[in-house]
């Protein structure tokens, strides 16, 4: 696909190694959101976002830092989809809930938000990332679920590049 970055976040590297993954599927380039200027998500077709939840339900802190600006930009031609990674057992409660920043600061700036995903597999108790039953991105748990993240990046990818056509 033409126009399109994996741009993410990441403390101790996971979110690093999953973001490669995606952006090696759909062959596109990969930025840490700490080495880029947000102004350029402007420019893009989609911009896939991706972040892991810190600090019992925080978003990362790279991400942190720029959000009011993301909120700023006019992203009405750009479409966003999310991934996020998380703990399910451990932090059961707040589970990937740094998507939900994310997806919001994003809507504000007037994003199509794409890749909602099934909640299903999963034995988290709650999470600010679920919205009518689904969560708004791909949820990741190298923690608990570490097997399982290939095949769910593999159909969560061919998902993005359906909804790109
Ligand atoms: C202090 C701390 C707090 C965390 N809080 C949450 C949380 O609230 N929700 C969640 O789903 N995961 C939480 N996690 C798990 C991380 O999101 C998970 O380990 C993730 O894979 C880290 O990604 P990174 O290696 O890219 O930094 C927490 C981890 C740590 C160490």
Redo the contacts with the bound molecule.
Sequence with gaps: MENVAVIYG???????KVAALIAQQLDVDCYDIADIDVEDFEQYDLIVLGT???????I?SDWDYVLDDIEDLNLAETKVAIFG????I??SD????GMADLAEVCADAGANIIGQWSTEGYKHEDSRAENDGKFIGLAID??RQADMTPARVEAWVSLLKTSML
């Design positions: 990441s403390d101790s590297g996971s979110t690093k892991p939840t810190v600090n019992k339900g925080e990362q990674l998380g703990d399910q451990e932090y707040t589970f990937v809930d190298m923690e």
